[in-house]
């Protein structure tokens, strides 16, 4: 009988040998480990066409507001 191996976890404190069972068990997985602790990569963003990014104007304004406070 072959158990599953639990999901990686943000903050799983692991052996390389306990890290590397458990990734290759899991598709599509974007972690790493360091110094024994689990890091799950962040996914790459993706470009909505449809979204309108602040007008430079808008920003220089709300940064002079904050700056007269």
Known sequence: ???QSPPLENGDR???SQ???RY?????????LIEGVVY????PLQ????V???D???VVCLLDCNRRR
């Open 1 to 3: 009988m072959m158990l």
């Open 14 to 16: 692991l052996t390389r």
């Open 19 to 21: 890290f590397e069972q």
């Open 24 to 32: 290759h068990a899991m598709p599509h997985n974007n972690a790493e």
């Open 40 to 43: 799950h990569k962040a996914s």
């Open 47 to 50: 470009y909505d066409a449809h």
């Open 52 to 54: 309108k990014p602040y």
């Open 56 to 58: 430079n104007g808008m």
